[in-house]
């Protein structure tokens, strides 16, 4: 056939593609090398997460501390993240009877980065005009979750924790990738909050 070998055309373009992320100065986000980007995984690990009310704020604080410890080992925390949830549970596809089908839970979190006072190389926090530890960083994030209501009540218990466990990982999912880009461009990345 006219054609060339199909493995030696996937070779060549992935040989291709690499030259060409080389060249352009990409590196990953995550990276523990020594690499520029090196430090995001250590200020991801810097960060201490505040206690968030509710269960649905223990689920979202011990996903949150999983996602931002990846650096492993011990590091000294620089900065506080402060983070607030708010829930809003709906039925939907109601029935005949007017019993509902299907549920959802939208979640929405509100997060602030402060750096800890005392921690950097100056021991001296960033403020405000206020004196209050200078916001470095706002971020804000939903989820919306959906379930099946189901008649027996184990079921149903069961299956709106999971929905809710789903919207709190997707929010820490959310606020430790906010942070990650914070990290390493320094821009907050700041989005309109949504009513």
């Not at 090196?38 to 810097?46: I, T, Y």
């Not at 206020?130 to 960083?137: A, S």
């Not at 999971?162 to 990290?183: G, K, N, P, W």
Request: net charge positive; aromatic share 8%; glycine share 8%.
């Amino acid at each position: 056939m006219w054609w060339p070998d199909r493995t030696k055309v996937v070779r060549a373009g992935v040989l291709a593609c690499t030259l060409l992320l080389a060249g352009c100065g990409f590196s990953p986000l995550y990276s523990v090398g020594e690499t520029q980007d090196a430090g995001v995984a250590k200020k991801l690990a810097a960060v201490d997460v505040g206690v968030i009310e509710n269960r649905s704020g223990q689920i979202l604080r011990n996903a949150l501390e999983r996602k931002l410890e990846r650096a492993g080992g011990y590091v000294r925390k620089r900065y506080k993240l402060d983070v607030t949830v708010t829930e809003n549970r709906s039925d939907q596809a109601f029935q005949k009877e007017g019993f509902g089908t299907r549920a959802s839970l939208r979640t929405v979190a509100n997060a602030v980065l402060v750096e800890i006072p005392g921690t950097s190389q100056n021991q001296v926090a960033p403020q405000d005009r206020t004196g209050k530890p200078k916001v470095l960083w706002r971020g804000y994030s939903q989820s919306l979750v959906a379930w099946n209501l189901l008649s027996e009540n184990y079921a149903a218990v069961v299956s709106e924790r999971d929905a809710r466990t789903r919207a709190m990982e997707q929010l820490a999912d959310d606020i430790a990738r906010s942070l990650a880009v914070y990290f390493s461009s320094g821009v907050s990345g700041e989005r309109d909050q949504v009513p």
